[in-house]
């Protein structure tokens, strides 16, 4: 399938990041070559078959339902983000 | 590997690590070195041999850890933009059990920022050049960790593999490389790429080491419900007969001095009494396009929640929320970070699910009983573990395509949750290394390093 200009601002919309039109040629590019290539894929007959989403051989893994000690606490927390308000993270206005 | 004792002391050892560090300054291997604090450690594990006290089995060992494994204290900042100026608030798994055993932990390698690569040339902080030859790649993603190991500066390193990210810079600089049975190690404390790929492993210069290091950071851990039980010390090494060998890869992609390291590799087995059994493996070939489809698709999830809020870099350029998140990520973020995110969302969306994400899940479900099958039919595989060995810097790295291919033999392993590991097999006439992987059922990983050992003490 052919990728548009539109398709990459529509993509990095769904990613949540700008893109410049510089840049959104670039990533066209890039983009089309790569979806060229795992469009390899139509080629296997999967018919029939179940897909198959992890490979970890056990299901329903549940611990108890209790606080464990936590190594990081609340303000080791806090000094990682750029500003704080009253033990708060501080953002811009929202709208 | 050497630990100190009382006439080699960990002081010493560790300040030998440091020198050679700053030795190999220009080949670009660390992010971070902490001198202070490793020569602190290694004083007091000293302090404890003296005293005659025990001490672990990594007693002053000096290692160190890919830039991807958080390290309490340390800028862990998996070597991207967007993670600058963290500061790791807690220890991986992995690592806290290397230091339980008194290791000491010199500093944090460069790779690929969130392991996005297969060459460390997609890394923040520049890339890093390979053992061998300056001119060329250390291999990704995990590279400087592989080249710390390869120019000796420290005894072992940490790694992790979505997709060959040990396995192929360990091939390219002539070490040993595990990506472990999926689970064996614990993933807390590791920044997430694909999490049902995700494997953490080590780099070495023996088998040996790599058994010790296995047996300390294999098992459970309640931090990571995705963790096995304790088997791989549990497990007993099984006896090798038949090795398998892929048809469908002894062709013109693989380059020529890696089929024929390959070649030499099965006459010494024949000679050594191994049965070689030939494979026909036909959907391996699509193992890298229904990895270039599920893992980007893993990757747009893991790498949603960098957005600038709670930590890391953050946008000076905002007006409002929106702006901080769709700044920040664009900023932050390198290139290939943002292509991995955007094909990620591609194939998720609407319109496009079934004929991607949902044809790749079922294309993993074909290559995992293919491999079933063949371990029907042999103990282990032995195959290249990438087409070729270490290309120029900068010859691939704006083609992302062509960089992909280098993942052709290497990611089929993590979709089925296989182990491999990687063996030195040599080198070319231009001097650089070769390498191969040993692929084993899951939980074969303690069988694999025995069968290792036996056909490298030749």
């Known amino acids: ?12 919309d769904l990613s949540n990041f700008s893109v410049s039109e510089a840049q959104a040629e670039l990533l066209r590019g890039d983009l089309q070559s790569i979806i060229k290539y795992i469009s390899e ?4 007959n ?44 501080k953002v811009p206005k929202v709208l | 590997m050497k630990t100190a004792n009382r006439t080699i002391t960990a002081t010493r050892l560790v300040q030998d690590a440091l020198d050679k560090a700053e030795h190999f300054k220009d080949y670009n291997i660390f992010t971070y070195l902490d001198k202070e604090g490793a020569l602190k450690r290694a004083a007091e594990i000293d302090e404890r041999i003296a005293r005659g006290e025990k001490v672990g089995r990594l007693a002053g060992v000096p290692f160190a850890a890919k830039n991807n494994f958080l390290v309490k204290g340390c800028p862990t900042t998996a070597s991207a933009h967007i993670l600058e100026e963290y500061a790791a608030p807690l220890t991986a798994t992995s690592v806290q059990k290397l230091l339980d055993e008194d290791a000491v932990l010199i ?29 060329r790649v250390a291999g990704g993603s995990s590279g400087g960790s592989a080249v710390a190991v ?5 005894e072992f390193t940490t ?54 290091l296995m047996e300390i950071a294999a098992g459970r851990d309640d931090k990571d419900m995705t963790t096995l039980p304790d088997y791989f010390v549990e497990s007993e090494v099984k006896p090798v007969k038949k090795i398998g060998v892929i048809k469908d890869f002894d062709n013109d992609v693989i380059n020529a001095d890696i089929r024929n390291a390959l070649k030499e590799k099965c006459e010494f087995l024949k000679s050594k009494g191994y049965e070689i059994v030939e494979l026909d493996m036909p959907t391996l070939k699509y193992a890298l396009a229904a990895y270039y489809i599920i893992q980007p698709a893993e990757v747009t999830s893991n790498l949603s929640r960098y957005d600038g809020v709670r930590y890391g870099f953050r946008s000076k350029e905002t007006t409002d929320l929106a702006s901080l998140y769709s700044k920040t990520r664009d900023e932050g973020f390198m290139p290939e970070n943002k292509r991995r995110i955007m094909i990620g969302n591609f194939v998720l969306s609407s319109g496009f699910y079934d004929a991607y994400f949902l044809k790749a899940a079922k294309a993993r479900t074909l290559i995992i009983n293919e491999y079933e099958n063949a371990f029907k039919q042999c103990d282990f595989i032995l195959t290249p573990v990438s087409p070729n060995p270490a290309f120029k810097i900068g010859e691939k790295v704006d083609d992302p395509v062509s960089m992909y291919l280098e993942d052709l033999m ?10 491999g590991l990687a063996i030195p097999a040599g080198q070319n006439a231009a001097g650089l290394p070769l390498g191969l992987q040993i692929v084993g059922p899951r939980r074969s990983d303690k069988s694999l390093i025995a069968f290792a050992k036996e056909i490298v003490n030749e």
């Open chain 2, 150 to 154: 390869a120019l000796d500066v420290v």
């Open chain 2, 410 to 419: 290497s990611v089929s392993l993590n979709l089925a949750g296989v182990p």
């Open chain 1, 46 to 89: 999967t018919d029939g078959v179940e897909p198959t989403y992890q490979v970890f051989e056990m299901e329903n893994v549940w611990r108890n339902d209790e606080i464990k000690e936590q190594e990081a606490n609340r303000e080791d927390l806090l000094k990682l983000t750029k500003e704080e308000f009253d033990n708060q993270i």
């Open chain 1, 1 to 12: 399938m052919e990728i548009k200009r539109e398709d990459i601002f529509h993509l990095a």
């Open chain 2, 159 to 212: 790694g992790s593999d979505t997709g060959g990210s040990i396995r192929q810079p360990a091939s390219f600089n002539g070490i040993y490389g595990l990506k472990p049975t999926y689970g064996t190690v614990s993933r807390y404390g590791v920044v997430a790429m694909a999490s049902s790929l995700d494997c953490i492993g080590f780099f070495t210069k023996t088998p040996e080491d790599m058994e010790l």
């Open chain 2, 107 to 135: 500093g944090l390698t460069n790779c690929d920022a969130f392991a996005h690569g297969s060459s460390t040339e997609n890394s923040y902080f520049g890339v890093t050049l390979n053992s061998h030859d300056r001119e």
């Open chain 1, 41 to 44: 894929l139509d080629n296997l």
